[in-house]
């Protein structure tokens, strides 16, 4: 399973239960999570339009629409003022 962020969910031995007029699917079963390039030569038989779409997006470097990129949490984080933290942790 493909999730958004770039992550690739592969499950072991899957179940999947399936509710057709509510159109709900369940995955149940062991599952590894792993970049989506750890595990490349195993998924690109199961890749869609839409994710080799998005996979050429990511090896032009571009980061493809929905997908956050992982730096962007860092806003918020202010800049460090002491670049030593062993002597500014001795000071105190």
Request: glycine share 6%; hydrophobic share 30%; aromatic share 4%.
């Amino acid at each position: 399973m493909f999730k958004d962020d770039g992550s690739v969910v592969q499950f072991k031995n899957p179940e999947v239960l399936a509710s057709v007029p509510s159109n709900t699917f369940v995955v149940t079963g062991k599952h590894d999570t792993k970049k989506i390039k750890d595990v490349l030569p195993e998924v690109l038989t199961h890749l869609g339009p839409k994710q080799l779409a998005e996979l050429k997006e990511l090896t032009k470097g571009k980061v493809p629409e929905g997908i956050k990129e992982e730096n962007e949490d860092d806003e918020d984080v202010p800049n460090l003022v002491n670049e030593n933290f062993e002597k500014a942790g001795e000071s105190k």
